[in-house]
């Protein structure tokens, strides 16, 4: 199977496990650490989001983010928040979410670090997920 192949399924896998109902989605994703990989990982749900429906992606480290709505009541938002701490708009970002999604780096970021996100998304009435990135080849270019 070619990587471009690889990567359409583990986008649709990735959002086809996200539980949130109702066709409008604002999917958080936050980095255990600022290495944890959320552009990619956003990269991809963004491929599997794209085939159901109109998504839109925000970068919270951007600082042009004006809002957190979806590209229309069907639509599907993707929000990559980047590591606790990288944007002030994190706090917004997590109550707005329908899924949160933490993103970890196996042999990189610590349990330490996933807790720290855990207890920053206690406010939150969205169920917390985990995506684990492994591997030294794991960068936006092996993905495309």
């Given amino acids: 199977m070619s990587r471009s192949k690889k990567a359409v399924t583990v986008a649709r896998t990735l959002y086809g496990q996200c539980p949130s109902p109702g066709p409008a989605r604002t999917i958080v994703l936050i980095g255990a650490s600022p290495s944890s990989g959320t552009s990619i990982v956003s ?14 992606v ?12 979806p590209v229309d009541e069907t639509g599907t ?25 933490v993103v970890a780096r196996l042999g990189t970021d610590t ?19 985990a995506v684990m990135a492994f591997g030294r080849g794991f960068s936006r270019s092996s993905h495309r």
């Fill in 43 to 56: 990269s991809l749900l963004e491929r599997g989001a794209g085939e159901v429906g109109p998504v839109k």
């Fill in 58 to 69: 925000i970068r919270l480290a951007d600082d042009s983010t004006t809002g957190f709505h």
């Fill in 111 to 129: 349990v330490e670090q996933v807790f720290a996100v855990r207890s920053a998304t206690t406010a939150s009435a969205a169920p917390l997920f």
């Fill in 77 to 101: 938002l993707i929000v990559d928040a980047g590591a606790i701490g990288d944007s002030w708009l994190i706090g917004e970002a997590v109550q707005q979410a329908t899924d949160l999604i």
